[in-house]
């Protein structure tokens, strides 16, 4: 019998192995990143140079940013066949950051629903010329992870929870707290503050430019209220940096299939490829030429008729 033909010309025998999850693959992955941050924090702690200090964290920075991809899989309930596992998984992993898995949860599946139009949450990244928007997205681009524990734990659940939503909430956030003042004070009364700081708290604060450039990158030279082809962007970037942060900088096709596990995405990309020509869709090679552009360039205009400014573009890609 012949394989049928699925959205866009891609079999159904094809999308039937990207959607499958590999539990063993995740497992190992995690492993590994949590043994290279415990590795980094040996050397980080053994050196009494500053600037050896700072060169590990921000290349260990690089690696964190892969367990915050792994929260993002949790999100879609693309680490593990039970929904629980996932939940539970995003739950001790978001503790890691400070911040709750619900309300991140519920922003990006509200930003899935509602990609580059007024109501996503997540588009911070576009919008008027206006100096607080320029601000919030330099703001994201350098400092998100200590941004998010502000916006997600308080700010967010206000502006988007409803009223019924809002006690269940904050008894979560109260539970966060008291988990976190428990930990700490034991740290500190264990003497192992000094430890604690360069191994956990610092690592994650360099992990925010690495997070902040791939979050800009994910929705780079997008169409505002554009087609499937056009509110995401792929960069296709190299293999270390797609096996680390788990396939999610191919991020249309993240979006075109967000229940495709990130490790098959890549798998997908070249029977996409006609397609995103046609359409002109944003991919690049590299991220550090999006990168350079969107520092340099900052927060997308938008027209007041809802289209991105076309004299704001960078179009080489």
């Given amino acids: 019998m012949p394989t049928q033909l699925y959205p866009w010309g891609l079999t159904s025998d094809l999308l ?4 499958q999850k590999n539990i063993r693959y995740v497992l190992a992955k995690l492993s590994l990143l949590i043994f290279i941050w415990a590795m980094s924090g040996f050397l980080i702690v053994m050196t009494d140079s500053v600037f ?11 690696f964190i940013n892969g367990i915050i991809q792994l929260v993002h899989e949790s999100w879609h309930n693309n680490l593990f066949n039970q929904r629980w596992a996932n939940r539970l998984t995003g739950h001790i992993l ?5 911040v709750l898995y619900a309300p991140s949860r519920h922003g990006h599946m509200l930003h899935h629903r509602y990609n580059r139009t007024d109501k996503d949450p997540d588009a911070y990244n576009a919008g008027s010329k206006s100096w607080h928007l320029t601000l919030l997205y330099y703001g994201v681009l350098f400092f998100g992870v200590p941004l998010a524990i502000i916006h997600f ?3 967010y659940p206000l502006q ?11 008894l979560q956030l109260t539970i966060l707290v008291a988990a976190q003042a ?19 708290l610092m690592p994650v604060l360099f992990a925010s430019p690495w997070n902040g450039l791939k979050s800009v990158a994910d929705h780079f030279q ?17 293999g270390l940096t797609t096996y680390f942060w788990n396939g999610l900088n191919y991020h249309l096709e993240h979006h075109l299939f967000p229940a495709v596990p990130g490790y098959h995405l890549a798998t997908l990309h070249p029977h996409l490829n006609e397609l995103y020509k046609q359409n002109n869709s944003p991919v690049f090679s590299s991220y550090m ?3 350079i552009n969107a520092i340099s360039r900052g927060p997308e205009l938008v027209t007041r008729e809802g289209e991105f400014n076309p004299f704001h573009f960078n179009t080489e890609k």
């Fill in 52 to 62: 050896i200090k700072i060169i590990l964290w921000f290349v260990l920075g690089y």
């Fill in 153 to 155: 734990n308080i700010l």
């Fill in 222 to 238: 997008n169409k505002w209220q554009g087609n499937p082809f056009n509110t995401a962007t792929t960069v296709t970037s190299n």
């Fill in 182 to 200: 428990v930990l700490w004070t034991v740290i500190i009364k264990s003497s192992l503050f000094s430890i604690a700081w360069q191994v956990w």
């Fill in 94 to 98: 978001s503790f890691l950051f400070f």
């Fill in 160 to 170: 988007f929870y409803k009223r019924n939503q809002l006690a269940g909430h904050f």
């Fill in 289 to 291: 030429k999006v990168w």
């Fill in 16 to 19: 039937q192995v990207a959607h």
